[in-house]
Each structure stands twice: as structure tokens, then as C-alpha cells.
């Protein structure tokens, strides 16, 4: 296995975990950011990996940096 194809669970499950924490839906989040329910659920569950357009709307909306440093 690639060494980065763990990549898109581990964003995702960070993804839910803050999300929850915040106390919001999937479908709250995907409201907000543009996109549909079900495919803010695809990106916490790792089967999607969401574009760094996408990806800066939810961390913004979640309050979170995608800082990689």
C-alpha cells in the first residue's frame, strides 16, 4: 500500500471528529461549505479525498487549520 493512501481516512475521520465536537450534522457542514450530504460523508469515511478548494471551505467552517508542517 501507498504510503499516502491512508491519507483520505485519517483526514476524514479528524474531519467528523471536529465536526462533532461543534456539535453539527454532515448535512449542516455540506450545507455551509456547497456540497451535498452525501458526499461530506464520503470524505469522512475516506472514500473521497475532497479538493483543496473543498477542503479549505470545511477547515474554515470548522475552524481548523490545514496547516501540514
Excluded at 36 to 53: F, K, T, V
Aim: proline share 3%; no cysteine; glycine share 8%.
Amino acid at each position: 500500500m501507498r504510503k499516502n493512501a491512508k491519507l483520505p481516512k485519517v483526514l476524514g475521520k479528524k474531519i467528523q471528529k471536529r465536526r462533532k465536537e461543534m456539535g453539527l450534522t454532515q448535512e449542516d457542514v455540506a450545507y455551509k461549505v456547497g456540497i451535498s450530504r452525501a458526499y461530506m460523508g464520503y470524505i469522512e469515511q475516506g472514500r473521497n479525498a475532497p479538493s483543496l478548494e473543498v477542503l479549505e471551505k470545511i477547515a474554515r467552517m470548522l475552524k481548523i487549520s490545514i496547516d501540514i508542517s
